[in-house]
């Protein structure tokens, strides 16, 4: 039977469902789908948000801060944030998975004292967060805006809790270009995922949902657009990995 995607209705318990049934193996199927390269778009990611796009700043030096991981799920990128951070600095990782933050939770556990007393995870839903509004320095998502039902809601949300002047990042697949490169992600993507989520994770459906989601998410112009709709300023991208992946970064306006 051909896979058909949730209607709009379904998508949020939909995409529920599949985060818990995954979450126990997501690391390791995330390293395999990705060959490792999510690792380097993090980091780029996390130095996105605190320096600022094109900024180097002394990535040495601990800053401190409120930064927001808006579907953390097992929680590598907060941890990322986390250790760029001096004693105050403090990262909140925000899922609706109970798994998923499970997991992030044992993995933070297993860091030292100070990084993980820094770091604090939430169960709520990104399109309505529990948070005040300029709460945060800045707030990133990353590979979860294109689970969201209303990704305009989740990119307003992010606008809404972090101060003026902080960054709102975003990091997901972008349009990979290239007359050869193109056509064979597409292939990869479409069909070996799914192989990997059946062997490693016994669930070719959620694996499945993966790339076909693909279809119904803007393009990097769509989404600069939506940052800009949420009243970002400086909206920039950047593709990385020949454009299969995007990075935005837009600047919270006074309010
Ligand atoms: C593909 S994972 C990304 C996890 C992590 N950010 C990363 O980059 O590895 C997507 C995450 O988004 C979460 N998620 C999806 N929709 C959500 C929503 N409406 N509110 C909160 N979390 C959500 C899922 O539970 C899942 O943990």
């Known amino acids: 039977m051909p896979f058909q995607l949730p209607t709009q209705e379904e998508k949020h318990a939909y995409v529920h469902d599949q985060f818990e049934r995954i ?6 199927a995330n390293d395999v789908i990705s060959l490792g390269m999510h690792r380097f778009w993090k980091k780029l990611a996390v130095d996105v948000l605190i320096d600022g796009p094109g900024r180097s700043g002394n990535r040495q030096q601990r800053l401190s801060g409120k930064y927001l991981d808006v579907c953390c799920g097992t929680g590598d990128l907060a941890l990322r944030i986390a250790e760029r951070l001096d004693r105050d600095g403090e990262v909140t990782g925000l899922d609706f998975s109970g798994n998923m933050l499970e997991v992030a939770k044992q993995r933070t556990a297993k860091h030292e004292q100070s990084l993980s007393a820094r770091t604090n995870f939430v169960q709520g839903d990104a399109q309505n967060l529990p948070f005040d509004d300029d709460s945060f320095d800045g707030a990133i998502i990353s590979f979860g805006l294109r689970n969201l039902t209303q990704f305009d809601r989740g990119i307003s949300e992010m606008a809404r809790v972090v101060k003026p002047g902080g960054f709102v990042v975003n990091l997901d697949l972008g349009r990979a270009k290239g007359a050869f490169f193109a056509p064979m992600f597409k292939l990869y993507f479409r069909h070996f995922v799914p192989i990997v989520g059946a062997v490693l994770q016994n669930d ?18 769509g989404i600069t657009k939506l940052f800009q709709e949420a009243g970002l300023t400086n909206v920039r991208h950047v593709g990385l990995s020949s454009g299969s992946v995007a990075l935005h970064v837009g600047v919270v306006a006074e309010k």
């Open 23 to 28: 979450a126990a193996r997501y690391d390791l």
């Open 204 to 221: 070719r459906k959620a694996y499945t949902y993966l790339p076909e989601s693909k279809s119904t998410y803007p393009d990097p112009e």
